[in-house]
Each structure stands twice: as C-alpha cells, then as structure tokens.
C-alpha cells in the first residue's frame, strides 16, 4: 500500500474529496492509505499555537519550526526512508508535472506538509526533500496542493482507474502532449438550426484510420 502522510491544521478539509469517487475506491482496495495528522497535536502551549510574528517584522504570521519538526519525527517512525519523500507545499517550490507525478509513484510513502499563513519558518528545509508548487499562484493553503499530488500520483498507479489504459492514452502521458478529442452519443447534436456531428472517421470503424486522425489531432494541441 502506498501510503499518504498530511500535516495540516485542518486534518478534515478534504475528507470528502478522499471518500469519494475514484481515490475512494483506491483506499478500499488498499492500494493506497491517506492519513491526515493535526499538527496542533504537537504543540506545549494551552492554546495549541502553530504560528508567529516572523523576525525582522513584516505583514503576516509564519509557522512554526518545533511543531513541524516534532510531527515529522513521530510520522516517519516505521517508515522505509529509502522509499520516503517529505514534502512542504509552497508557491516557490518546483512546479508539480505528470513527470513528476510518475517519479512519486515510486515511492511508499509520501508525507506533505500543508503550509499556512505567510508561510513556514525557512529551517524547515533542513528536515524535507522536496518543496512542490501546484502552479504560479498563492493559495490560502496547501491543502488543496496536497490533493492535487495524491489524485495525479495515484490515479496512475495499477488497480486505481477501471481501465489501466486510461492513464496511458490520456493528456500529458507523454511530455507534451496532450489527449485527442473524445465523443460518444448522441452521434449529432442539435442546438436550433445548427448541427454538431461526430467526426465520421470515428463511425466507420476503421481503427487504422482512427489512430491515425487521433495522431493528427493530438499533433493541433
């Protein structure tokens, strides 16, 4: 099993996305485990503080270093280190790709730090392997980076999509290129007076024909 490992100060946020649909399916089978830690859970004060005015001042709060440090700690005991990443999501970290999605999948066990605030004391890098970045843009957390990584990272694992030629076929399964244009039922389409067929080529069962106008298409993207 391939195991998920989250650290968030909001361990439920996504609870429905990951007991839904395909990732659900996944869990049952067991072909992959998500476990979310509250990092709350490793904090000395009575208002369980995560966060705190950054030195040198500026707008905002920073995360905090020794809760960090003592959630990953206790997470990896038991873990395969060999076969381990630990992760922090940030705006400024190495841009997420179906590459490196494929480069995960090779891993156990993949633990990912959800960042907060204006983000997180920068002595964190000393205990992570990896600072990923789901595209040029801030979000309030990474979260939703998080499942970003854990829906592309497991949908190409074996057993996870009803077909395990979906994933092969499918926009960037090579680098650059992306899917062709897919139809089903109705074979036209009608809105008013205009019409809107499926290409023939795709009716006439003539599956050389077909590769070929799929090639052709994925070559226009």
Excluded at 199 to 218: A, D
Aim: net charge positive.
């Amino acid at each position: 099993m391939k195991k998920f490992k989250i650290i968030t100060i909001f361990p439920e946020i996504l609870s429905s996305y990951y007991n839904e649909s395909i990732i659900k399916r996944a869990c049952d089978k067991k072909i992959i485990g998500i476990e979310n830690y509250n990092l709350r859970d490793w904090t000395t004060d009575n208002h369980k503080t995560v966060d705190d005015t950054p030195y040198g001042g500026g707008a905002g709060m920073l995360m905090k270093i020794e809760p960090l440090y003592k959630a990953l700690q206790a997470i990896k005991k038991g873990g395969n280190s060999k076969k381990r990443k630990i992760v922090l999501m940030a705006a400024s970290g190495t841009t997420w790709t179906q590459k490196k999605a494929k480069e995960y999948t090779k891993l156990d066990e993949t633990i990912i730090i959800c960042g907060r605030y204006e983000g997180v004391d920068a002595r964190i890098k000393e205990f992570i392997d990896e600072e990923i970045s789901i595209g040029d843009y801030v979000l309030t957390g990474g979260e939703l980076g998080a499942a970003v990584m854990i829906d592309s990272i497991s949908r190409l694992l074996p057993g996870v999509l009803g077909n395990d030629d979906s994933a092969i076929e499918e926009s960037h399964s090579e680098e650059g290129v992306m899917e062709y244009p897919q139809y089903t039922r109705p074979e036209i389409f009608k809105v008013g007076k205009k019409s809107f067929p499926v290409p023939r080529v795709l009716l006439e069962g003539n599956h050389k024909l077909i590769n070929e106008w799929r090639k052709k298409e994925q070559n226009k993207r």
